[in-house]
């Protein structure tokens, strides 16, 4: 269970957000919506342990340990993963040793022994036909000369190697083509157990129609300002974000 | 003059006939033109352009012993040694600070200029001048600049022995030759090293020249090596250095290229003290492809200067030139390239390229990319670059649980990896990448029987 108390973050000494609240329990979705700029990849961020973000107050803990304590592999050791808006590019690095690295060290610091060499191609094996990614690309660099699709589908391949308790998907609809959309949230449903929480970051509905969410928010300038099930997100889809402006003006 | 230069000058009248007796008459012909020309010239200081980012008197001043009465140095190299560069089927020779060993018996076959070998002669430069003394007369010291390079007219004053590699026209050499020079001694130890290649007439060779250090001494190494490609003769020579932080290293190598020749030099620094290297080449003939490419791994106080010249003097020639340096800690590095296109020199086809990375605050990386054109057709591109490793490649590391430390040797090792890709040889490559990974890790075990290096 990922628990936000009273969250304020600021980034150059600007706050972001302003006061976040929000319970996700194992094995629940929660789409976050919201305008530009209203602090969305802010929270993302500052879940992961980004260190360009700065929490001033509250906080963050998952299944009761202080993420704010842990360093940014620590957090992802202890089963925080985000998938990136912007994957980055690590030329020189291979996709196979940068993964055998990352799950290596998550092993390591559960106590694990190493995967041998045969079992983790094993794994790679079958994770890669998950999201459908081709042998080409894991044998390349992290991300390098991907399109936007294949980096959208190598985040959720990554998922699937980690395999995280909790997920955070920062608009990984974005730049995606219709058909691209339906085999990155398809290979997402799959990883997914009954165990895996998330929060799913968008701007549309589409996305939602494939990645259901228990549970829909609404970010505006750094608070969540409502929340709904479902239908919240099909009328944002219809009406935008101005009717609830004018809901807390009111 | 200082007393770094004196010492060596004094050295050299009183020793004169030690030198001359440990020697032969070919080497010994240039000792009094050599040892003028270094008297006049001097030590450069950092006021000579290409030498503004090392101090060589500084190098120099200490008190060096020097081998020249050529005492053996006791050493059982094949079983006190085992260079890290296994799984590679060379001919292997060693050569003790500047006394080449007796050969194994894998390379003995071509120390003698014998028919049956294809007349290759590969072993004691001494030796070979002593059997075929005007074939050595022929080419030693004809490319060293003696008349501007103090350095190198130190090292050719001083200069007893070395090692001599003749391939003959249209011959090969069928396995990569493995030179591995140990340092060794019991007190600080000055080593003059010289190193001839001659490839004839649509020769080819590959050589691999590696340094390691044995004893914890402080060591000053001189080094020459010339390289003479005749025409369609094409040359591989890499160099990897794995010393210690008490070595100082001052290699000069000079290459002159025929036509339609392909030569590759690859300078690997891999753990040093304080490193020069300076590299000239001069191609001379037509449709010749010269590359040269460096790469440099370097912390604490480590100081690495590579100095690179390609003198394009004739049309249709292309050169490619790559060097990649990592500095952490207080490390230095410097890198100066000129690419020189002389009037004649149309259709050139040039492209030098510089990639630092600074992994601290302290390190520090100069970068000097010159290009020199007199030509009017040529295509020529220089790139220098100094760089801090990526906070958002660290940062997307970490998010999928790679440690810090680990993200970063990551990023190091793939930085400079791109200059081993270039490498041809095979198991080489491989073996590189694993040597300079296990150097990032601070796992380099280079040699038994030295406790700097481990």
Redesign the interface.
Same mark, same amino acid.
């Given at each position: 269970m990922l628990e936000i108390k009273n969250l304020h973050a600021t980034v150059g000494g600007k706050e972001i957000l302003r006061g976040i609240n929000l319970t996700i329990r194992d094995g629940e979705i929660h789409a976050v919506m919201g305008t530009n700029g209203a602090g969305k990849s802010t929270l993302c961020n500052v879940i %992961?342990g980004?260190?360009a973000y700065t929490v001033t107050e509250g906080s963050i803990t998952l299944d009761g340990q202080d993420l704010l304590a842990m360093? *940014?592999?620590e957090r992802?050791?202890a089963g925080v993963?985000?998938s990136?808006q912007h994957? *980055?590019e *690590?030329?020189? %690095?291979s996709m196979v040793?940068?993964m055998r690295?990352?799950v290596n060290?998550?092993r390591q610091?559960l106590g694990l022994e190493p995967l041998k060499s045969t079992d983790f191609l094993k794994l790679m094996r079958e994770k890669r036909a998950l999201v459908d990614i081709d042998n080409r690309l894991v044998n390349r660099?992290v991300n390098e000369g991907f399109s936007g699709g294949e980096k959208k589908r190598n985040e959720i391949f990554?998922m699937a190697m980690?395999d995280p308790s909790f997920c955070i998907l920062d608009e990984t609809d974005s730049g995606l083509d219709v058909d691209a959309l339906r085999v990155v949230a398809e290979g997402f449903n799959k990883i997914r157990t009954e165990q895996t929480s998330a929060i799913v970051i968008t701007h549309y509905q589409r996305l939602l129609d494939y990645i259901k969410p228990d549970v829909v928010h609404v970010l505006l300038n750094g608070q969540l300002v409502k929340t709904g099930g479902p239908e919240l997100a099909q009328q944002i889809e219809k009406q935008g974000f101005d009717w609830i402006k004018e809901e807390l003006n009111a | 003059m200082k007393t770094s230069e004196l010492q060596y000058i004094e050295l050299f009248r009183q020793c004169r006939q030690m030198l001359d007796a440990g020697s032969t008459p070919v080497l010994n012909a240039l000792r009094d033109e050599a040892m003028a020309a270094f008297e006049r010239l001097g030590l450069p200081t950092r006021k000579v352009e290409r030498y503004k980012y090392t101090d060589v008197p500084a190098a120099f001043a200490p008190d060096y012993g020097l081998n020249l009465q050529r005492k053996d140095i006791p050493a059982n190299v094949q079983d006190n040694f085992r260079c890290d560069v296994p799984n590679l089927s060379t001919h292997l020779i060693y050569s003790i600070n500047d006394v080449p060993q007796p050969s194994p018996a894998a390379a003995s076959t071509f120390n003698t200029f014998d028919e049956t070998s294809g007349g290759i002669f590969i072993g004691s430069l001494a030796e070979a001048s002593r059997q075929r003394s005007e074939l050595v007369a022929l080419y030693y010291g004809r490319l060293t600049d003696l008349q501007d390079n103090a350095l190198a007219a130190l090292n050719t004053a001083f200069c007893q022995d070395g090692i001599f590699v003749y391939v003959p026209r249209n011959q090969r050499l069928q396995q990569p030759l493995q030179l591995i020079n140990l340092l060794r001694s019991s007190v600080d130890m000055m080593v003059n090293r010289r190193l001839l290649i001659v490839l004839e007439e649509g020769a080819e060779a590959t050589l691999l020249l590696c340094d390691h250090a044995m004893d914890t001494v402080s060591f000053l190494t001189t080094q020459v090596i010339e390289v003479h490609c005749a025409d369609n003769a094409h040359l591989n020579l890499y160099e990897v250095e794995e010393t210690h932080t008490k070595c100082h290293r001052f290699s000069n190598v000079f290459i002159q290229a025929g036509r339609d020749c392909t030569v590759t030099h690859n300078n690997l620094t891999i753990f040093n003290g304080l490193t020069r290297n300076t590299t000239d080449v001069v191609i001379a003939g037509e449709n010749t492809e010269v590359t040269l490419n460096g790469c440099v791994v370097a912390d604490k106080n480590q100081h690495v200067d590579n100095n690179t010249l390609i003198d394009h003097r004739v049309p249709n020639c292309r050169s490619h030139e790559l060097y990649k340096y990592v500095a952490d800690d207080a490390a230095t590095g410097a890198f100066a390239g000129r690419i020189l296109v002389r009037q004649d020199a149309q259709k050139t086809d040039s492209k030098m390229t510089n990639a630092n990375l600074c992994a601290s605050t302290e390190a520090h990386v100069y970068s000097q990319p010159m290009l020199e054109i007199y030509a009017d057709d040529v295509k020529c591109s220089h790139g220098s670059t100094v760089g801090v490793l990526d906070t958002q490649q660290l940062f997307y590391m970490q998010q999928r649980g790679i440690p810090t430390e680990e993200a970063r040797m990551l990023l190091k090792f793939a930085f400079v990896g791109q200059v081993i890709d270039e490498i041809t040889l095979q198991p080489l490559r491989e073996r590189l990448h694993y040597i300079v990974e296990k150097r990032f890790r601070g796992e380099l075990s280079k040699c038994t029987g030295c406790a700097l290096c481990k």
């Open positions: %992961v980004h260190p360093s *940014i592999e992802a050791h993963f985000m990136f994957p *980055i *690590i030329p020189g %690095v040793n940068f690295t990352a060290a998550r610091a660099s990554q980690l | -």
